[in-house]
């Protein structure tokens, strides 16, 4: 079990990227959590800071890719949206088989479209982790991981 907490933190970390002083807070509670302690979460970013491809084979997003925006998010909705626009994504109006990812404020939320992209298998990520997705994407008219210089 202390083996997929460490991997659970892992991914918490390169999610992160540059780790700050007070994510590095974050991540000893969160490892306090998993009981795991501050020395496992030095080894895991030191692990990260050394890994030539930090996080690949991991969840990306492409342009294209259908995203939702089910409920209310911390940030209003509309920017979400357009946000996803401007990096060449599609915002669907609804959750379907093709929706890529749905982003919810709360990941874990019984609400029916969240349910439904689970049963679809859809992945539903809070806004923290779309943002970082649209990081990794980088502007629709510009380069940026995924999409080659013009």
């Not at 990306?60 to 946000?83: I, M, Q, S, Y």
């Not at 859809?122 to 994407?137: R, T």
């Amino acid at each position: 079990m202390a083996d997929l907490h460490r991997r659970y933190l892992a991914e918490l970390a390169v999610a992160a990227g540059q780790v700050t002083g007070g994510e590095r807070h974050d991540l000893v509670a969160v490892a306090a959590l998993l009981a795991l302690t501050p020395s496992d979460v030095d080894s895991v970013l030191a692990a990260v800071r050394e890994s030539p491809h930090p996080g690949r084979g991991r969840f990306r997003l492409e342009r294209g890719d259908v995203v939702g925006f089910p409920g209310e998010t911390t940030v209003a909705r509309e920017v979400w949206e357009e946000r996803a626009r401007a990096a060449g994504l599609v915002v669907g109006p609804r959750v379907t088989k093709a929706t890529r990812l749905v982003v919810a404020a709360d990941p874990d939320t019984m609400s029916g479209k969240a349910d439904l992209a689970r049963r679809y298998g859809v992945p539903v990520v809070h806004p923290a982790g779309f943002e970082a997705l649209l990081a990794a994407l980088g502007p629709a008219g510009g380069s940026g991981p995924g999409r080659p210089p013009a």
